[in-house]
């Protein structure tokens, strides 16, 4: 049978208090061809609240287990003192193994203190002179803690929904199940430092507000890796941003989500300026220099009536500025680099108050059971909400013409534009690039007056001539808001349209669609979201 410790959550150490600490420095890491990781500096104390934030693909998983010691870095340093816990997204069952199991691995520290006090105080009642022995047991049991250890499972099995059953196998769970057990096993472990990759996942509304509570109470230090916004700006007040900047190294900002993200759009901004200057510097020295390289030509063919003493006269000087035009611009480099590409979302035509869609009690067997009826016009506003299973996407499906329902009635009025972000990425031919597929769908569409792809700063140029197949999940994400927005729709529906996205992209695609002139529907259960969009009526299935 497997042993308890092959599932155990990464949790190492000695209680170190408030001393506790993680510190990296000069971390490189190269997978295959690829290099992941350049140059990063991190640190996790006794207090920190630190979230690790980037594009799908920076790193961030990956800058964890270095954290956790779980991963050696190709370079650089990795130091620690105290106890560390890492809640990985994965959790794979081996057979035979249980709740019991993980729960004994999460605390066996403290099973491991209380047995030790147990043995040194069944000693000392037979006379044995172990009484330094018995110091030690409870000194590290009472900073464990240990006498708490099942309590505090129990309460965070409660808390997150979790299976509490110590004999249930975990390979008859779902994974969030298993992801439930396992994250409450590793806040009833009490780590000095707790390393959570994506802790949102598989959690519901319920959940979500017990894990922020004790994230917030925590005594310890966090550090996470979410693309959970309402958790970031809940929880963290440091963020260790591992997007691209100027000089290629990682940027630590203050001041919570909000000083993020003022840093983050101030850094954009002074890179951006750089680059521009740098850039039209070097296009006016190439320009001074091709001015000069005609002078130089024409000087030797001087305007007719004239002799060849002035030709002489003026070949030299012509020379001279042209070569010292070349070395100024052999001189001049655009030592920055090109910065990432911002969104651009096209403004939608319609007018306010222009009908576009009337749905009349409609109702499709099995998936919404109620009848619905809604009417759109130009820059309306809904929010569809409702638990798992109450027919969210099937009536964005319906309102998107994309599903026919079987009682009720869909009108959709002349040379109305829908555009839909589903859930799941539509069925394109993987083997096309994204540059062909969004020629192919406006040519579909008879769309004469399109933006370019390129344009919409959705997909940086490498990713735009990579067939779709090997795109990212983020990346084909983006695709598709590109296809949607392309088109400068007049109804743009949205069913969980923050999947697969970073913080600062959904941030951007919220303030498009509350400016947006289009009718705009959307279906989420982003925390986030949802208060941006408190303002928004709400249909509730």
């Not at 403290?110 to 047995?115: E, G, I, K, V, Y």
């Not at 024409?298 to 002489?312: I, N, V």
């Not at 259960?525 to 208060?531: I, N």
């Amino acid at each position: 049978m497997p042993t308890a410790t092959q599932h155990t959550p990464l949790f190492t150490g000695t209680p170190a208090g408030a001393s506790a600490h993680i510190r990296a420095s000069g971390i490189h890491i190269i997978l295959g061809d690829r290099r992941v990781l350049h140059d990063v500096d991190a640190t996790v104390s006794h207090r920190s609240r630190l979230a690790i934030v980037g594009e799908n693909g920076r790193g961030k998983t990956t800058l964890l287990h270095v954290l956790a010691g779980q991963l050696q870095p190709d370079a650089g340093e990795v130091a620690s003192v105290g106890t560390v816990a890492l809640a990985q997204q994965a959790l794979h069952a081996r057979t035979g193994e249980t709740v019991g199991t993980l729960i004994e691995a999460a605390i066996a520290d403290s099973l491991r203190a209380l047995a030790d006090l147990d043995d040194a105080a069944e000693a000392m009642a037979t006379g044995a002179d172990v009484a330094d022995r018995y110091a030690e047991a409870l000194e590290r049991a009472t900073q464990l803690d240990a006498w708490d250890a099942q309590r505090r499972v129990d309460v965070a099995l409660a808390g997150l929904s979790a299976v509490a059953d110590r004999e249930r196998r975990l390979d008859t769970l779902s994974v969030g199940q298993r992801y439930r057990v396992r994250l409450a096993c590793v806040l009833g472990a009490r780590p000095d430092l707790l390393l959570l990759d994506e802790p949102t996942n598989h959690l519901d509304a319920v959940s979500l507000a017990f894990l922020t509570e004790r994230l917030r109470d925590h005594a310890g230090g966090l550090a996470i890796v979410s693309h959970d916004r309402a958790l970031l700006r809940d929880v963290a007040s440091e963020f260790l941003d591992l997007d691209p900047s100027s000089d290629g190294r990682p940027r630590l900002y203050a001041g919570g989500y909000e000083g993020w993200i003022e840093g983050r759009d101030a850094e954009r901004a002074r890179w951006q300026q750089k680059h521009d200057e740098q850039t039209a510097e070097q296009h006016r020295l190439t320009q001074a220099a091709s001015d000069a390289r005609d002078r130089l030509q024409s000087s030797w063919r001087p305007e007719k009536g004239h002799g060849r003493h002035e030709r002489a006269s003026r070949a030299p000087g012509a020379v001279r500025a042209f070569n010292r035009r070349v070395d100024e611009l052999e001189a001049h480099g655009v030592t920055v680099p090109q910065p990432p590409l911002v969104p651009g979302w096209p403004e939608s035509r319609t007018r306010a108050g222009r009908p576009l869609v009337d749905v009349e009690a409609v109702k499709v067997e099995g998936r919404l059971v109620e009848p619905v009826s809604l009417r759109l016009t130009g820059g309306d506003r809904c929010v569809v909400t409702g638990p798992n299973g109450a027919g969210k996407s099937t009536l964005l499906g319906v309102l998107a013409a994309a599903l026919q329902p079987d009682e009720g009635r869909v009108l959709v009025h002349s040379d109305v534009r829908i555009a839909s972000l589903t859930q799941e990425v539509p069925s394109w031919d993987a083997r096309l690039t994204p540059d062909q597929l969004f020629a192919q769908a406006m040519g579909e569409q008879g769309v004469g007056d399109v933006v370019s792809l390129g344009s919409l700063g959705l997909l940086e140029p490498h990713a735009r001539h990579t067939p779709v197949a090997r795109l990212s999940e983020g990346q084909q994400r983006r695709l598709h808001l590109a296809l949607c927005f392309a088109v400068r729709p007049d109804v743009v529906v949205l069913d969980e349209p923050t999947n697969h996205l970073s913080a600062w992209l959904v941030d951007s695609l919220t303030a498009a669609i509350r400016a947006s002139r289009a009718a705009v529907v959307v279906a989420t259960h982003d925390r986030q979201l949802l208060r941006d969009l408190a303002d928004w009526p709400h249909l509730a299935l």
